[in-house]
């Protein structure tokens, strides 16, 4: 249980020093939107196939 929390205690540790801007050794990541239309089109699936799937 002692493993777990230390786990935790780092990461909100982590998450506060981040949002004061102290990004070194922070990893990021960034995700490009998708096109939603696009994926919908290419594996041949209307909008509400796809809606239900």
């Known amino acids: 249980m002692n493993d777990v929390f230390q786990s935790i ?3 909100l540790t982590e998450a506060i020093e981040f949002a004061q801007g102290q990004t070194t ?3 990021v990541h960034e ?3 998708l096109d939603i239309k696009a994926v919908r089109t290419k594996v ?3 909008q509400a196939e796809f809606a239900t799937t």
């Open 25 to 27: 050794g922070a990893v």
């Open 9 to 11: 205690k780092q990461g």
């Open 44 to 46: 041949g699936m209307t």
């Open 31 to 33: 995700f490009a939107p």
